[in-house]
């Protein structure tokens, strides 16, 4: 008996076929299917998938055969993938010097005919072999011949597609450890954070109050930065707070009727609406599913900006509308404001873009993030067509349903 040689790139092929966690696992219809396959078409009794490791052979899966290991040194397959590219035949063994006083041979199984194509991974490393066995002599037409080779190809595909999976099983779990590690950070810091910011508001204030008399202009408005900038933290670790949870929200799906949601967003601006500062007008909207909190949060993002980015003087005006697409819904907010370059437009939904200095226009650059986070994972999408001078109009969908 000749004992199978080891390939020279042993060490890389055997990390390849451990890459796919296929040793000792249990059979799988999938691969039983393939095994089930080669034994139809080339007339044998037995069809394995062979994958061979250092020192023994494990079968993914075994058609006609009892066991699921056995001994490399004996195991026709180990010799099989020494020609990568090739399928092996031995048409009768007992007349083969490789494999006469083979154990396999010679004992159970019986194997006289045996034909075995190696399965070769995309990165070129023989990890085993799709094979055909029966305990007489056979031989395979060119069809046969044809077909065990693409039913390799197709194992290989089958095989690839499972690590692929791995993988992104994988992206998603450490996706999800990195999400619930950022909504933690968020939460103690948000918590954390702002309790010393707290006492520095209070003490300027106190200061301001109590030694009013002893501090001079310059003095007080040093104060006032001070506060100011407070104030100006508070509301970065909020909307950073929400930025992180926006993904969270939408767990807590409902029937939502927006016209109520606009209604309470109006509620917000009833002085300078009713003082004819501000004009806002909808047109009827749509009951959509969605969290409540998350469309409240989208709209009124988007109003606030429109009434904000004004040049001095001008009366804000804000149209709401929105029309049915197939299953989705899709909202515009059109303003009369100073407009966005054409070269800004799709900057401005990257966290902390700002086309302004904080004297020009104040904000924290978060808000359209925010929006974008939430309508992406509602599987919408948000755009702004604008022109400077001339007001902008963001749209952007929603499932309905
Ligand atoms: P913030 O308003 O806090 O700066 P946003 O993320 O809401 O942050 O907006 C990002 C930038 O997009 C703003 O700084 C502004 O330059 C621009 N922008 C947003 N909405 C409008 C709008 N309606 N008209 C003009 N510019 C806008």
Same mark, same amino acid.
């Given at each position: 008996m000749k004992k199978p040689l080891i390939p020279l790139n042993e060490e890389e092929r055997l990390k390849a076929l451990r890459k =796919?966690?296929?040793? *000792?696992t249990l059979p799988e219809e999938d691969y039983d299917h393939i095994t089930m396959l080669a034994s139809v078409i080339c007339d044998t009794p037995i069809s394995t998938i062979t994958l061979i490791d250092s020192d023994r052979v494990f079968l993914k899966s075994h058609r006609g055969?009892?066991?699921n290991s056995g001994e490399r040194s004996t195991s026709f397959c180990a010799h099989a993938i020494n020609d990568p590219h090739e399928l092996m035949i031995v048409p009768d063994s007992r007349k083969d010097d490789r494999f006469a006083d083979n154990p396999n041979v010679t004992g159970?199984? =019986? +194997? +006289?005919f045996y034909s075995g194509i190696p399965l070769v991974t995309e990165e070129g490393y023989a990890i085993g072999t799709l094979c055909v066995v029966d305990s007489k002599p056979h031989e395979l037409n060119d069809i046969q011949k044809e077909s065990l080779k693409s039913l390799g190809r197709q194992l290989i595909r089958l095989l690839e597609l499972r690590l692929k999976n791995q993988m992104l099983d994988k992206q998603k779990a450490d996706l999800e450890v990195y999400a619930n590690d950022m909504e933690m950070f968020a939460y103690v810091a948000s918590h954390d954070l702002k309790e010393p910011l707290r006492m520095v508001k209070s003490f300027n204030e106190l200061l301001a109050r109590k030694y009013s008399e002893l501090l001079d202009d310059t003095a007080k408005k040093y104060i006032q930065f001070s506060i100011d900038g407070v104030e100006r933290m508070n509301s970065l670790i909020d909307n950073l707070l929400l930025y992180f949870t926006a993904g969270t929200l939408?767990?807590?799906?409902q029937n939502t009727d927006v016209n109520h949601v606009m209604k309470e967003i109006l509620k917000l601006y009833e002085t300078q609406i009713l003082s004819g500062e501000l004009k806002i007008s909808f047109s009827t909207l749509p009951v959509i599913h969605i969290s409540r909190m998350e469309i409240l949060i989208v709209l009124q993002n988007l109003i606030s900006n429109a009434i904000k980015y004004? *040049?001095?003087g001008n009366v804000p005006e804000v149209e709401i509308n929105c029309t049915t697409e197939g299953e989705f819904v899709q909202f515009s907010v059109k303003d009369n404001g100073i407009g966005i370059q054409r070269q800004n437009l799709e900057e401005i &939904?990257?966290? &902390?873009?700002?086309?302004?200095?904080r004297t020009a226009y104040g904000g924290t650059g978060i808000g359209l993030s925010i929006v974008k986070r939430i309508v992406e994972q509602n599987e919408g999408k948000i755009w702004v067509e604008s022109e400077p001078g001339k007001g902008s109009t963001f749209y952007f969908t929603l499932k309905k349903n």
């Open positions: =796919y966690n296929l040793l *000792d055969l009892k066991g159970a199984p =019986y +194997v +006289v939408s767990k807590e799906k004004q *040049d001095k &939904f990257t966290i &902390f873009k700002r086309l302004h200095t």
